[in-house]
Each structure stands twice: as structure tokens, then as C-alpha cells.
């Protein structure tokens, strides 16, 4: 009984084994090399290998355009002759503070200023802000007119090479 047992267990082994040793996937498919099935170290290894392409894959090239954004605002006057005049009004001031924040960003802010101190006080202070600079191809994004103050988003793209040369050359 104990022989009929083991013979059995052992057949069934064996009949496995045969089994997967003459088993072949038919000619028509195609299996890629990592779709056996691999202990977890291997695939660890394989882990650890496909983290290493990705950690070592060349770097994308930075983009050279840089997009500067700001927001002009510009106050309705009181003393206009109508609500139409007043809106386009503050529409003109909202473009004109776009037009200065972009030549702040684009060209810095030249700043004075002029303190007078007697007897250890602080008796006048002057500080004066100067912006000079040429704004070229700025685009009006969005446009908001709410409680008589009138917001204007602008953008402006600019090559970071030509500008880096620009300011170099005009220096």
C-alpha cells in the first residue's frame, strides 16, 4: 500500500516535470524574455536595474523660452464725464501698469534715495523709483472691470538666450 503511495506521488512528479520540459508555446507567439515568471530576487535586480535607466537617462533640455506674467490695475476716475469714458479710462491706466511691471521685471529698478537727519532725527525721507525700458509683443490675456477698478493679465514670452545677449551687448 505504502509502495502503490509512493509510486503514484512520485509519477505525478515526474509526469509534471515531463510535462513542462516538453511543453512549447505554438509557433505563431511570440513570449519576451521577461514574461517568465522569476524568484523575488531576481526580480529585485531587475527593480533596482530598471530604476537605474530611468535615474540615468540623459536630462531633457531646458526650454529657453521664459513666459513673464502680471496683472495691471487701474482705478476709474471720479471726475469723468460718463461710466463708458471712466471705463476706458481705467482700462488704459491697467495696461500702462502692465506695460511697468514688465519693464520691472524685465529690466530692474533703478532707486534713489535721500534722507535728512538733524539732531539725531529723522527729519525728511525720499525715495524715488525709476523704470526705463522697450516692451515688445506682451499679450493681453484677460480682461475684468469690477467696483471701478479695472484689471488687465498680460503675458510676455521671452527668448532667454537673445535677452542674456541683448542686455550684454546693451550694457
Avoid at 13 to 23: D, I, P, R, W
Avoid at 70 to 77: M, S
Avoid at 131 to 149: H, N, P, T, Y
Wanted: glycine content about 4%.
Amino acid at each position: 500500500m505504502i509502495k502503490k503511495i509512493i509510486i503514484t506521488v512520485s509519477l505525478i512528479f515526474l509526469g509534471c516535470a515531463s510535462n513542462q520540459v516538453e511543453k512549447k508555446p505554438p509557433a505563431y507567439t511570440k513570449t519576451a524574455p521577461d514574461c517568465n515568471v522569476s524568484s523575488k530576487k531576481e526580480i529585485s535586480k531587475k527593480t533596482e536595474y530598471s530604476e537605474n535607466i530611468i535615474l540615468n537617462k540623459p536630462e531633457k533640455k531646458h526650454n529657453t523660452v521664459l513666459t513673464l506674467y502680471v496683472v495691471g490695475e487701474g482705478v476709474a476716475p471720479v471726475d469723468a464725464v460718463n461710466a463708458a469714458q471712466a471705463k476706458i479710462l481705467a482700462r488704459r491706466a491697467a495696461i500702462a501698469d502692465g506695460y511697468r511691471q514688465l519693464a520691472e521685471k524685465m529690466y530692474g529698478v533703478k532707486v534713489t534715495a535721500k534722507e535728512t537727519v538733524k539732531d539725531l532725527m529723522l527729519k525728511n525721507s525720499d525715495v524715488n523709483t525709476y523704470v526705463e525700458g522697450l516692451i515688445r509683443g506682451a499679450d493681453i490675456q484677460a480682461e475684468k472691470f469690477e467696483d471701478g477698478i479695472y484689471y488687465v493679465t498680460m503675458n510676455l514670452k521671452l527668448d532667454v538666450r537673445m535677452w542674456n545677449k541683448f542686455i550684454n551687448n546693451n550694457n
